[in-house]
Each structure stands twice: as C-alpha cells, then as structure tokens.
C-alpha cells in the first residue's frame, strides 16, 4: 500500500516507516511566531536554559499589531527585539514587512517536503507549496526552540478533488467557503488535506495559499498541494535552502475523496458567527453592513488587490460604510501601488492601512462597534472576533466585498464584472 | 469522590469567544486571563465559576485560533476538566500543555445538564452523573507526563534537566 504525502513526509523525518494513526517524534526545519514571540519567550526563560537549540530554524514575523498601538504592544515587541538580538535570531522580520504567513511564503521559506511549525492556526497555508506546516501553541513553541522536536499524530488524509475551472468574478475564496459549508468546521479535525485534481493545478500560488490559509478552518492539521512547475519557478529566486518535493503515492490511502466542480460554483458567502454558515451570494443580497475589510493573510496578496481595484476603478464606496484595504506584505503592497491599483482604491473611497493583520483579530485598526456588520476577506467570523460581541462579520472574496462596497449591501461581483 | 458543577455549552465553543482576540497580546498573566475566561460566550462564567467545576460541551471545542491562553484561562479560572465530544487538535495540544485535563466523550455531554453535580474518576476512566457512568479512554503515556508534570514547560524543564545530569 502506498503513502500519502503527509505519512512519506513524516516518516522521512522521523527516521522511520509510519503510517496514519502513530505518533512520531521530529526535528522541524522552521519553527514560525508573531507577536506572540514575547509570551513564548517568557515560557521559554523558565525552562532554565540560556539558549535556544538552533537559532537558524525560528522565523520571526511582527504582524498582530504592527506598529504597537499600546504601551503593551509596545513592550512586546521591544522584548522579542532584545531577545532576537541576544539569541543571534537572523530571521526575524521587523513591522515593515507584512503579515507572517504571507512573509514567511514571499521570503523561501515554505519549501516543498519541509516540516513547519507555528504558534498560528493558519500556519496551514504552507501546504500550498508542498510542504507539511501545522499550527501549535505557545509552550510547545517554547519547549521546539529548546528541544528542537516535538511528537505528532500522523494525521489521516481527506483527499479534496476540484475538476473543471471557476467562471468569472468567483475565486478560490468562494470554492473553500463551499467546501468548509458543505463539510462542517470539524470535518477534517486531527487530518491532512490534500487538494488535488486538475483544478487545483490550475490556482495561482496566491489562490492555493487561501485553500490551504482556511482549510485551519475545516480542523486540520495540514493542507497540501502537490507541489509543481508554478512552485519551482517561484523559488528558483527565493528558496532558503535545497529541498525535497514529496509527493502522494498514487496507490495512497485517503480516509475519504471529495468531488468538487469549480465550473457550477456560484459567490459564497460565509454569515454569522460560524466559517462553516455558508450560503450562495445569491441568497444573502441586499444585506446591509458598515465596515467592509479587503486583506488579511487570507486575502490581501495583489491579485485579490488587483481584483478589487477592477471593480472599484472610477466608483465610488456607498456612503453608508466605510472600506479598509490592508496589503498582506510590503512586497504585495509595493506591486499594487506601482501596477495603480491602490490609487484607483484611494480615489473610490478606501482607507489604506500598512500592511499587517488589521482588525482581523480584533486588536486594532477598525475595531466594531455594538450592533455593527462587517463583510470581510479574512477567515474567521466568530462572534465579538472583531470588535463587540454584539457586532457580525460575514466572509466573503476579494470581488464579492468590493461589489458590495459600492452598493453598501451585500452584492453579486458578477454584476461588476 | 469529590462532586463538580458543570457548566454546560453546545457544539463548536471557539477561542475567540473562550478569550477574545483584544486581549492576546496585552494580558499575559494567567490570573488576569481567568477573569476574561469564555467571556463573549457565557458573561456570568467568570465571576460564578468556582474551582474544581467542569465545563461539558458539544462537538469541535475549542476551534480557531492557536492561542494558548484559550486553555490557560480555564485553568486559571479553576475549571477541572473539560469534557466534550471531541476537541479541536490545537486546543487539545495546548489543554495538555498547560495541565489542564480533557476527556473526550461521545454520549455523556448529551446525558448531563448544566448545574448538575457530577464526579470524576480518573483512575478508572468514568464520569459518574445522575442519569449514569461513562467511560472514557485513558489518555497516552506520554500525554499522562505532559499532565502530572503539570504542563509542557515544567515537564521539559525537567527533561532538560535529567539531560544535563547524564551529561
């Protein structure tokens, strides 16, 4: 029988043949934090030891509340700057440079066949370039820094199988809102989930990482995309060390194989206060908000600013509400602003902010009010997450907010097309 | 046997509603986290729980986001255990990190009701309520380690420690 790309993977680590359902001790090649890096710090100084096992595997990425919006945020960051210093941390990856999982990706470090570990939930994005990235918290990050391993179930694996192309003006957002719906927020909890089918070939990088960005959303421990030419030629510039693709056997064992046919797929929408309350745009028009947010690590790469500023070029945001646009990196940012798209954003209305997680998680930048409404690229939408807990967020892709933003109420993209 | 209060949730108990997002990067001792605990879930939860009560909930608790402190609450608050139909696997990981006992159950959420007393066995593997007593699974070695170290960083700082020795 053969394997799946997350049991070869594991087992290459590990040292060891092993199949889904054992526990397996390994040494990861990168080991991801954010802001949270002062909390881990503050575990690590009580293990005892004066320095961490190899400070060339831990990438440090400020993002949460870039720049500090307290004295609080304030003293974090200037305890993880002390720390990076007196550790030697080369990784480490200031204010200016963007949210974590999009750095982390722009800058080679999501290689195919590499094991990576983050004190993040969406640390799952990295299976979009073939590599086995999992979210852990923050004494476990502490305890890999002085370790350097940490024991994982290798997880069984749902096979995700996405035929034919999407229709215009509906995207990857709107394909893994579906699949998130139909399935339930717990379908793949403890499991890999590997999109596959000449469908998934056919996504852009930035399209296969919100697949693998909210596939966290479904539970699970690890998204994949086999990796192919599109990631090669991407790190041909970029990647961080030599690597190894792995790959799915073709004889591999799935726990289960899902059919899904991108031509019929209409706009989705994901309503209050679940990811996995998911209705066609087409049943939810008309709803009014306040707050409409295009970015996030989910979708805040140029082509999703690209989409927008399409949509937006030479209209005008309704009256009624208010548009915060946040490029997930410096990099994407410096793009859109050089191809015009952030000046055909501004001149419709939108607020710019610096690129960072925004009010993603409720910490800053664009806080709700009680009983107000968000529509918003992100991948979270539970209750109070951004603001009040009297105050809703719907989800929502890049083109479906900016046709919205036009008409204060939610709209059909397809309309602006 | 020692009785404990439940307080009992539905399905899909996320950590944004166990301990909102605002407060991630600005609270960061436990006693502080206790006092936000479930807070945009349950606003009574804080200030009535006391120590030794149990939480029992549906399906996928403790779904979202990574953040620790979702489990670091509940056990700074003085919950017990948590048992539930099944866990999301980051806040699974994090519970045992942080000391904090999950048991994983299909039928007893369904039988036992919020306010009830209810008893624990750990030793044989039982939840004993008014209506009966159900099983549950031991939990592995290793994870039982993690547990009576009372926490990942105590129990590494151990293993640290023990490696030093034989060196």
């Not at chain 1, 290798?154 to 957002?173: F, H, M, Q, W, Y």
């Not at chain 1, 009040?388 to 008409?407: C, F, G």
């Not at chain 2, 129990?155 to 060196?167: A, C, G, P, Q, S």
Request: aromatic fraction near 8%.
């Amino acid at each position: 029988m053969g394997k799946t790309f997350t049991e070869k993977v594991l087992s290459q680590k590990a040292g060891k043949d092993v199949c889904a359902g054992e526990v397996v001790t390994v040494s990861p090649d990168f080991i991801l934090s954010h802001d949270n890096s002062a909390a881990i710090i503050k575990e690590f100084l009580k293990l005892g030891i004066a320095n961490v096992s190899n400070p060339q595997k831990i990438v440090i990425i400020l993002d949460h509340v870039v720049p500090a919006s307290s004295e609080k945020y304030a003293l974090n960051h200037k305890i993880i700057r002390e720390f990076v210093e007196k550790q030697k941390i080369d990784h480490f990856f200031d204010i200016n440079f963007g949210i974590c999982h999009q750095v982390f990706s722009e800058q080679g470090f999501a290689m195919p066949g590499k094991v990576v570990l983050g004190a993040d939930s969406h640390t799952t994005s990295y299976g979009a370039f073939g590599a086995f990235a999992a979210g852990i918290g923050r004494s476990e990050v502490a305890s890999v820094w002085a370790t350097d391993e940490i024991w994982l179930r290798v997880p069984e694996t749902l096979r995700i199988d996405l035929n034919g192309r999407l229709s215009p003006g509906v995207s990857a957002k709107d394909i893994i809102l579906r699949i998130i719906g139909d399935e339930g927020a717990d379908r793949a909890n403890y499991k890999a989930v590997e999109f596959a089918g000449e469908g998934a070939g056919h996504f852009s990088l930035g399209s296969r990482l919100v697949l693998a960005n909210m596939a966290a959303e479904m539970g699970v421990k690890n998204g994949y995309f086999a990796p192919d030419g599109k990631v090669f030629e991407f790190l041909s510039t970029c990647a961080r060390s030599e690597f190894e693709p792995v790959f799915s056997d073709p004889d591999a064992s799935y726990e289960h194989v899902l059919e899904y046919d991108l031509s019929s797929l209409d706009p989705q929408v994901a309503c209050p206060h679940t990811v996995d309350n998911v209705r066609p745009v087409t049943e939810v028009l008309g709803t009014p908000f306040h707050q409409a947010v295009i970015g996030t690590c989910t979708n805040g790469r140029f082509e999703d600013l690209k989409t927008a500023a399409d949509i937006l070029r030479g209209k005008k945001v309704a009256r009624s509400i208010r548009v915060l646009v946040i490029p997930a990196s410096r990099q994407e940012y410096l793009t859109a602003l050089k191809a015009g798209f952030l000046a055909d954003l501004v001149e419709s209305g939108c607020v710019v902010l610096n690129p960072g997680c925004g009010p993603c998680l409720g910490a800053h930048q664009g806080i709700l009010a009680p009983g107000e409404v968000a529509l918003s690229t992100a991948n979270r939408n539970f209750r109070g997450r951004m603001g009040s807990r009297d105050s809703e967020i719907y989800l929502a892709s890049p083109a479906t907010v900016a046709a919205s933003a036009i008409e204060g109420k939610i709209a059909d993209p397809r309309m602006y097309l | 046997m020692t009785k404990s209060r439940v307080w009992k949730y539905g399905d899909n108990v996320n950590t944004d509603v166990i301990f909102p997002g605002k407060y991630t990067y600005s609270i960061l001792e436990p006693e502080d986290m206790a006092r936000h605990a479930l807070e945009d879930l349950d606003p009574d939860f804080a200030a009535g729980v006391h120590p030794g009560d149990v939480i029992v909930a549906g399906r996928n608790f403790g779904c979202g986001s990574s953040r620790e402190q979702a489990a670091t609450c509940l056990k700074y608050a003085g919950v017990k255990a948590v048992i539930a139909k099944s866990f999301a696997r980051i806040f699974f990981r994090n519970a045992i990190n942080q000391g904090l006992l999950v048991i994983q159950s299909q039928d007893a959420p369904d039988n036992i009701a919020s306010g009830e007393e209810i008893a624990i066995d750990f030793s044989q593997g039982k939840i004993i309520t008014e209506k009966g007593v159900y099983a549950f699974p031991p939990l592995p070695p290793s994870v039982v380690g993690i547990l009576e170290a009372g926490g990942l960083i105590p129990y590494t700082k151990k293993r640290l420690e023990d490696v030093k020795i034989e060196k």
